[in-house]
């Protein structure tokens, strides 16, 4: 059993599509996260979820909309994809949000590519 | 300045001997500090994680951390062909909610 499942594993699509990638973790975890790396594999956080409740939001383009029905799950929808959007995306999930001690457990990530 | 650094190598070292990565981070409040292993194409997974000042053993990998100046690293001992990777350095920073990764390390272990 995958602990942290994504999908799709690849993502080819041209620009100003709108696509999704989802994300789902069966550890009980009650903290989720979407990262990105890109090409020199630099990993940014962009948002994270605490049972449902956005706690992350960085300086990420509005663009992008996290939606998490229920604390197992992390979706992510990308608006009006840019060639720049281009990246490996990566979800994770930790038990505790206030003070990280275990580290991630990650997902095996979306490769999105637009063209 | 970054909030984590790390040389971006590669770092190439012969198969048996030490490797020795490191990483320097910005935020004094940081409380925990992780290395992970990212093979090409793959995912990270998580190999060290430490808290205290000093060093920390789990088989050939060794973590050493020094707060007071900021910086940890990792030992790999006897290093194989199978430790080529990048590896990342992370910190849990911004109050504690988040691990902030530094650019990775990659390592080469050569025949």
């Known amino acids: 059993d995958t602990a942290v499942s994504q999908t799709p594993k690849y993502l080819v699509t041209q620009m100003g599509n709108d696509k999704s990638i989802k994300c789902e973790q069966n550890l009980g975890h009650d903290t989720m996260y979407w990262y990105k790396q890109d090409s020199k594999k630099f990993l940014k956080i962009m948002f994270s979820?605490?049972?449902?409740?956005?706690?992350i939001n960085e300086t990420v383009p509005n663009r992008f909309s996290p939606k998490s029905p229920d604390k197992a799950h992390l979706n992510l929808h990308i608006n009006s994809l840019e060639l720049g959007d281009s990246a490996v995306y990566f979800c994770?999930?930790?038990?505790?949000?206030?003070?990280?001690?275990?580290?991630?457990?990650f997902g095996s990530g979306t490769r999105l590519t637009v063209v | 300045q970054k909030e984590v650094e790390q040389n971006s190598g590669p770092l190439s070292v012969p198969e048996g001997a030490i490797a020795s990565l490191n990483c320097t981070y910005s935020?004094?409040?940081?409380?925990?500090f992780f290395w992970y292993r990212q093979y090409s194409g793959k995912s990270p997974e998580l190999i060290m994680f430490i808290y205290s000042n000093g060093d920390k053993e789990d088989g050939r990998f060794t973590a050493q951390l020094n707060k007071a100046s900021q910086y940890v690293s990792l030992l790999i001992r006897d290093s194989q062909p199978s430790d080529s990777a990048t590896y990342l350095c992370?910190?849990?920073?911004?109050?504690?909610?988040?691990?902030?990764f530094g650019t990775g390390t990659q390592l080469k272990v050569e025949l």
């Open positions: 935020d004094r409040g940081s409380q925990s």
């Open positions: 994770a999930s930790s038990q505790d949000p206030g003070q990280i001690t275990y580290g991630y457990t």
């Open positions: 992370a910190v849990n920073s911004g109050g504690g909610n988040k691990l902030t």
């Open positions: 979820y605490n049972n449902k409740e956005l706690i």
